[in-house]
Every structure is written in C-alpha cells, then in structure tokens.
C-alpha cells in the first residue's frame, strides 16, 4: 500500500523559508514522476513542481527561482525547498506521485498518489 506523509508546513513570515519533506512508504521515490500541487481555500489546485526519474524538474512560474524539488533515494524522501516566501504562497501543499510511466515535464495535479498535505501559512 503506497503512503505519501507530507510534514515540515507552518507559519512564517513573508521572505521566510520552509522546507516540505514528503516520506514515502510501498513507493520508490525515484520509480515515477513525483511531484507537488497546492490548494487555497476557494482556489483551484495549482501544479507547484515536477520531478521526474531521471530528476528532470519543472515548475509553475510563480515559483520559479525561489522553490527546489529534490527527492533522498537513500531515505526515499521528497523535498520541496520554499524560500522567499510570499503571502500568496499559503495553501495545503500535497506531495503525489504517478503509478505508471507518464509525461513529468509541466504536470500539475493529476496524479495517482497523493498524501493528506502540510499546510503553510505565509503573513505579510
């Protein structure tokens, strides 16, 4: 049974950092594309980064240059790296994963996998 536990959310202050940890159980972090999406209350879900087996990244544009994914093959952990922060950053962030071989590049939410999510909290 694949368990994706996401943990490392908070609040903080607008410029701060977080660092997002997602640990996966009777999944392989390097098997499929792994990635990250968020959800603000009355917003869409939105796509937040990408990686893919080969560690090929991508990112939505309103993250890019302040956020990292990255994932531990030895500890079969996913990170999400969050500086700078902004205020329209906050949201639950969830960490998901694919079952199957698919297009990485630009995915958004559409995975097979997902965990309960972290939630951040960004104050001005």
């Known amino acids: 049974q694949v368990q994706l536990v996401e943990s490392g959310g908070g609040s903080v202050q607008a410029g701060g950092s977080l660092r997002l940890s997602c640990a996966a159980s009777g999944y392989t972090v390097n098997r499929y594309c792994m990635g990250w999406f968020r959800q603000a209350p009355g917003k869409e879900r939105e796509g937040v980064a990408s990686?893919?087996?080969?560690?090929?990244?991508s990112y939505v544009d309103s993250v890019k240059g302040r956020f990292t994914i990255s994932k531990d093959n030895t500890k079969n952990i996913l990170y999400l790296q969050m500086n700078s922060l902004k205020p329209e950053d906050t949201a639950m962030y969830y960490c998901a994963a694919d079952s199957r071989p698919q297009v990485c590049y630009g995915r958004k939410y559409e995975y097979d996998y997902r965990g309960q999510g972290t939630q951040v909290t960004v104050s001005s």
């Open positions: 990686i893919s087996r080969y560690d090929t990244t």
